[in-house]
T-cell receptor
Framework: KNEVEQSPQNLTAQEGEFITINCSYSVGISALHWLQQHPGGGIVSLFMLSSGKKKHGRLIATINIQEKHSSLHITASHPRDSAVYICAVSPSYKYIFGTGTRLKVLA | DSGVTQTPKHLITATGQRVTLRCSPRSGDLSVYWYQQSLDQGLQFLIQYYNGEERAKGNILERFSAQQFPDLHSELNLSSLELGDSALYFC????????????FGPGTRLTVT
């Protein structure tokens, strides 16, 4: 079993839908990161969380340390949100990545 | 634009060769991270440097080495290249040594033929 599991692996949504991507991990961590990788390959860091909840525009990330679970929510999804979303955890100074969730938002 | 630069953008080389990938962090960032992304393995953490010192090591092969120079730029050296080393290599930087937001460079696409 992988130390970081993401679900779903693939997701297709209609524009305007509310989207949730989940990340579960099995190791103790100091932080959890959500990354976005565009079709061209570039990676952008969306959030770094160690507790609670963070919000940037239409994106919300939550983490439950006790349950070792995080969720990334996208409200009012748009075709430009189409990308791969990757969860990464850092136990001490190392980083372990999930396999990513491929999101496609249709107009 | 993240402020992190990587050169070259693309590199094609033959098996057995050696290449050097270069990364310049954002101004003011002291940490540099190297990652490998291949089709079958996904993103993998290779190594981290903080202010010139190695901070953490991940799944970095012995044929690979890295260093961070006094001006904080970093180089990743890949030697005795194999077909399986073909991948995207990303560099990222952050202000501090851990648990800080990372800023990713555009990546270097390495193709080993």
């Amino acid at each position: 079993k992988n130390e970081v599991e993401q679900s779903p692996q693939n997701l297709t949504a209609q524009e305007g839908e509310f989207i949730t991507i989940n990340c579960s991990y099995s190791v103790g961590i100091s932080a959890l990161h959500w990354l976005q990788q565009h079709p061209g390959g570039g990676i952008v860091s969306l959030f770094m969380l160690s507790s609670g909840k963070k919000k940037h525009g239409r994106l919300i990330a939550t983490i439950n340390i006790q349950e070792k679970h995080s969720s990334l929510h996208i409200t009012a999804s748009h075709p430009r949100d189409s990308a791969v979303y990757i969860c990464a955890v850092s136990p001490s100074y190392k980083y372990i990545f999930g396999t990513g969730t491929r999101l496609k938002v249709l107009a | 634009d993240s402020g992190v630069t990587q050169t070259p953008k693309h590199l094609i080389t033959a098996t057995g060769q050696r290449v050097t990938l270069r990364c310049s962090p954002r101004s003011g960032d002291l940490s540099v991270y190297w990652y490998q992304q291949s089709l079958d393995q996904g993103l993998q953490f290779l190594i981290q440097y903080y202010n010139g010192e190695e901070r953490a090591k991940g799944n970095i092969l012995e044929r690979f080495s890295a260093q961070q120079f006094p001006d904080l730029h970093s180089e990743l050296n890949l030697s005795s290249l194999e077909l399986g080393d073909s991948a995207l290599y990303f560099c990222a930087s952050s202000v501090g040594p851990s648990s800080y937001e990372q800023y990713f460079g555009p990546g270097t696409r390495l193709t080993v033929t």
